[in-house]
């Protein structure tokens, strides 16, 4: 299992912030920007609008666990800064996953992006041919 390289430093949030793009869901908005280096970096924040700290903790440790499962499908070189939203701490770890996702392949920084689109989309014009 790979070792998640996080971010650190406040500076390269804001980088995140400022330049690069985002995807919005339900549960989180990510943010990704290119960047030099051989791994892809993740930053993971949760502010004081989404409850005590038990709660954000808890957002954060859902997030956390939705990255370590797709980090080996993340591609390299980029930046990648997750924000917990209020519905966060309330759903289960599959629904934060699904839509961690989404929201990583709608930025274009999975791996599989690129290579399941075509497949989904020919799968999915077969299958109602078949019914």
């Known amino acids: ?73 993340i591609k390299p070189g980029f930046d990648i800064v997750l924000v917990a939203r209020g519905k966060t701490p309330f759903v289960n770890c599959q629904n934060v996953m699904t839509e961690l996702t989404s929201a990583l392949e709608e930025l274009g920084v999975l791996v599989s992006a690129g290579k399941n689109k075509g497949k989904n989309a020919a799968a999915q014009e077969k299958s109602p041919e078949k019914a």
């Open 1 to 73: 299992m790979d070792i998640i390289v996080p971010l650190t430093e406040n500076h390269e949030f804001k980088r995140a912030y400022a330049r690069g793009k985002s995807a919005v869901r339900p549960t989180l908005v990510a943010y990704s920007v290119r960047k030099n280096g051989p791994a892809p970096r993740i930053g993971i924040t949760a502010s004081k609008k989404i409850g005590n700290a038990v709660t954000r903790n808890r957002a954060r440790r859902l997030l956390r666990e939705s990255v370590r499962a797709l980090y080996p499908e």
